[in-house]
């Protein structure tokens, strides 16, 4: 876990935010979901910066307050954590699933709801989840802090997480960069507002870690529709962030070469 110190600098960072997560909450009584997806060179430039890029982000997680979201060696399973794997090229991973987050409309958000059964998450379902979610112990964490409060066993939980995120198109400017892009939060924005035409501009938030991009947030009704975020503040107060190119990369969307970078 970060430090206290790291934790605090991080909701500093965001506008000071002070909301809590509610463990006392019951399992489905939420109001919406935040459907979160996470820029994952952004997170393999704060590995190699030393970690210190790891928790630049917002209120909504305590990996987000505490740490950007982390791996964890997972070797008394046999299995690696997955950041090797994420970092190193072998997979050119753009946006990745951070989550599918239950929250309030006013009031903050549930999180670690008990349930009448153990939440353990099948070696089988977590496999199936690692095209989109690049750890398993990502996977296992997503379902213990935030499916558990969603009312749903792990099978339903990452069924829903899977078709929330399909069904937002990421836009092809940012399927492979090859070199670094300089872009406002804005034209982020409007990128997925231009390829998803159900979308509005207060049905997603943009979020940094310093000034590289970190996560796009699309709000969600309870049915995996999009609707207006509760939450209005900014999380991004840069004019222009970086966004750090895709590892293993330079096949583009459709599989040709592909040069992009620099600008939008």
Same mark, same amino acid.
């Given at each position: ?40 060179? @952004?997170?393999?430039?704060? $590995? ?6 790891? /928790? %630049? +982000? &917002?209120?909504? =997680? !305590?990996?987000? @307050?505490?740490?950007?979201? $982390? ?6 399973? /046999? %299995? +690696? &954590?997955?950041? =090797? !794997? ?179």
């Amino acid at each position: 876990m970060a430090c206290i110190a790291m934790g605090a600098a991080a909701l500093a960072a965001i506008g000071g935010v002070h909301a809590q997560g509610d463990r006392s909450a019951r399992p489905g009584d939420f109001d919406y979901y935040v459907l979160t997806l996470n820029w994952s060179p @952004t997170y393999c430039a704060g $590995r190699e910066d030393g970690g210190n890029e790891r /928790g %630049r +982000s &917002s209120r909504f =997680d !305590e990996d987000e @307050t505490g740490g950007g979201y $982390r791996f964890f060696n997972d070797r008394r399973n /046999g %299995r +690696s &954590s997955g950041s =090797d !794997e994420q970092c190193n090229g072998s997979r050119p991973y753009a946006f990745v699933l951070h989550g599918l987050w239950p929250q309030y409309e006013r009031r903050g958000w549930p999180e670690s709801c008990r349930t009448d059964y153990r939440p353990w998450v099948p070696n089988e379902l977590i496999d199936r989840m690692l095209d989109i979610m690049p750890s398993r112990q990502l996977v296992i964490h997503e379902y213990k802090k935030h499916g558990t409060c969603s009312g749903m066993d792990p099978r339903g939980y990452f069924a829903a997480a899977r078709k929330a995120y399909n069904s937002i198109r990421i836009p092809d400017e940012f399927q492979d960069l090859t070199k670094p892009l300089r872009v406002g939060p804005e034209e982020v924005r409007r990128a997925f507002l231009d390829v998803n035409r159900n979308l509005t501009p207060d049905m997603v938030q943009i979020v940094c870690s310093r000034n590289r991009l970190q996560e796009v947030r699309v709000c969600m009704s309870k049915d995996l529709q999009p609707r207006p975020c509760a939450e209005s503040r900014r999380l991004c107060n840069y004019d222009t962030v970086t966004m750090p190119p895709v590892r293993g990369g330079g096949q583009g969307p459709q599989g040709g070469p592909t040069q992009r970078g620099d600008r939008l």
